[in-house]
């Protein structure tokens, strides 16, 4: 990972290719690194790291996009 | 020595690249890259690295940083298949160069790998097809006589490629084309499979050089021939080790009527590559030999390939195997009038 | 078959070697007579990449001859050129090597020019004008032509290596530089390309004696040349930058870890700028401006 602007450039070992990332999705590869936790964890965890307060529906709903971006990066994969 | 005979004993003998000139060197390269064989080549050289000349190491180091960049793509496009074809519950087995790579075989070092090809049953072609579909696979032939061609008579789906990542993967539901006069046994194939890692599989040994024997007498004009054969050469000489591999392929190869190619594949692969083969199984050279020998032996120090009859009488007898006569006739015909239009402007 | 008795020609440029060769004489000819500057033999014999122009069928040869190529990388079937337009079919091979097989170094499609031991990349689409001002650059006092096709960025180190190619000028850039450079620098008009009339600009001898010396990387610059406009430039992202780099390079993707690499050190070391000019004088006082600033 390397950072830019406001950006992350992430190389992706597994594939040999690389994606312009948002730093959510940073956090959320961060989380993601070497283990795996569903959808509910990983707000859990991101409110708790970074001290996000507000609507836990609205978490849910960013993290839930993120995610459907990630997958379709084949960055991550949905295992359920 | 012509100059694909420098090649042959490269593969074959490393050593002897230590005492190769300049001008059979520059011809090594040349027949190495038409072949596709370079980075088998650069593989090969390995131990003998620091006595090669600075202008050889250059294009063998190339060569092996392709062959990388190819095994990486390969290695991908393997695990992406593998996660589409989770749920759609038939054995998936890998062939050919991914087969290779996946489990390890010392025919993937160096090996060129292109297209991922995977067999499966044929009955679950279109659960595979809608599987490929709904995750980013789409048809990579537009043209409606050629999905026609794929679909009626050639032994998989017409091939598809990856719309992000542009990686093609031919679908098999045997090993030669419906078309081919001999039949070999589908579900016996499938049957011999061993599984490897990630969920999937690859045909047993003796299956799977089989596979390799088909297609040295099957693709046309013996084209890939030298570097079928080098396949050849590197799963006998691996799979020798297990005990009564020799019977079992025989035995193989009857059942999948596949014995007359694999004869041919492993004297041609021993006249090339020295392998190793027991004299029942090898038999005695035909005209068909001869004819492939000196194809196999045909390219000039530039890498090009002359067009001599006896190629000609190859090719067509390369397709002879695989088609009926009136249908080859229309085949042949078809691809004449749309070889003009496929040329592109410079 | 390619036969041993053709005229032929091995040729260094920068890091790489090409055997060239021909049975009609005038394009191997025409290829002496542009590339006489640059070595005909490399060290040890053993040459990189073959790239033939053959007849395009045995006859012809000899009836209306025409030619097509015939490479050791070869990913698409090419049209037969006539024989006028053979040694532009050769550089096209040449090209295509680069483009497909070449892994020492990521291949960027891109001018570059240096002063002292710096350099600048010149980015951007076909027309947009790098070759043209890559081409003033060259025979401009303290600079260093390094190439205005392909730019070689290393894999180590934020470093770009020389590909000094005779300059491929096309239409009304062809007259700019005529009023520039010496007359026997120039190659034969080719006229009927698919690209319009193109002419060859053969580097300073300088340029091509200093083939083998890298420099550093320290200005991308996008430029865009634009009928009668004003002087204007922008600082680019670094996401931009990445992103026009990664799409220029011919192997960039296929490099897998290194690659990546190769591009992120340059983007570090190098700020980039977008700038648009409507004339020669105005590029040239623009790029130097922006030069100064960054190697101050």
Known sequence: MRPVDDLTLVYHRPSGMTHVVSPAVVAILDLLHEQTLDIGEVCGALAQHHDLDGEGDDIARVVGARLDEMAAMDIIDRIA | MTPPAILHRALAAPE??????????????????????????????????????????????????????????????????????????????????????????????????????????????????????????????????????????????????????????????????????????????????????????????????????????????????????????????????????????????????????????????????????????????????????????????????????????????????????????????????????????? | MIADHWPSRTLRIGPASFHLRSPFRRVIDEVNALYRDYPAATNDGIYDYAVNAVPSSPLRRWIKPNLRLECDFEPFDTLPLPVELGMLGLEMGMNLQMAVGYRRHVVVHAASSAEGGKAALLIGDSGAGKSTLSALLAYREGWRHLGDEFALLDLHAPLLHPFPRPISLKNASISTMEARAPTDRFGPVLEGTVKGTIRHLLPPAAAIDAMQTPAEIALVVAPHFRENAAPAWRPMTRTETYVRLAASSTNQALMGEAGFEAVWRCLAHAPAFDIIYGSSDDALELFETLWRKVTA
């Open chain 2, 16 to 346: 002897s690249m230590r005492g190769l000139s300049a001008d059979d060197w520059n011809a090594l390269i040349r027949v190495g890259r038409a072949e596709r064989l370079l980075g088998t080549v650069a593989a090969r050289a390995a131990p003998l690295w620091e006595a090669l000349p600075e202008g050889a190491l250059t294009c063998l180091a190339e060569e092996r940083d392709l062959t990388r960049g190819d095994h990486l793509a390969a290695g991908w496009e393997i695990n992406r298949a593998a996660l589409a074809l989770k749920n759609v519950g038939c054995p998936v087995i890998l062939m050919k160069g991914s087969a290779y790579l996946h489990t390890g075989l010392a025919a993937a070092e160096g090996r060129r790998i292109g297209d991922l090809d995977i067999l499966v049953p044929r009955a679950a072609l279109p659960a595979v097809e809608a599987a490929l579909l709904a995750h980013g696979w789409i048809q990579a032939k537009e043209n409606a006589y050629d999905d026609h061609y794929y679909r009626t008579w050639m032994h998989e789906l017409p091939p598809m490629v990856h719309k992000e990542r542009g990686g093609v993967i031919d679908v098999h539901h045997t090993i030669l084309p419906l078309t081919a006069r001999l039949k070999p046994d589908a579900g016996a194939l499938i049957e011999s499979r061993v599984a490897v890692a990630d969920g999937l599989f690859v045909l047993g040994p003796a299956e799977m050089l089989l596979h390799s024997a088909a297609h040295v007498a099957y693709d046309g004009e013996f084209e890939g021939g030298t570097r079928n054969l080098w396949d050849i050469h590197c799963l006998a000489s691996d799979f020798a080790r297990i005990e009564g591999f020799w019977d079992g392929l025989a035995a193989a190869a009857e059942q999948h009527q596949l014995r007359t190619p694999l004869s041919r594949a492993l004297r041609l692969a021993r006249r090339l590559y020295g392998t190793d083969v027991p004299e029942t199984l090898a038999g005695r050279m035909d005209i068909v030999d001869r004819l492939a020998l000196r194809k196999l032996h045909g390219r000039d120090r530039f890498g090009h390939q002359g067009a001599k009859l006896s190629d000609r009488l190859l090719y067509i007898r390369g397709h002879w195997l695989r088609m009926p006569p009136l249908m080859l006739a229309q085949h042949l015909a078809r691809k004449a009038l749309r070889r003009k239009a496929q040329a592109q402007p410079v």
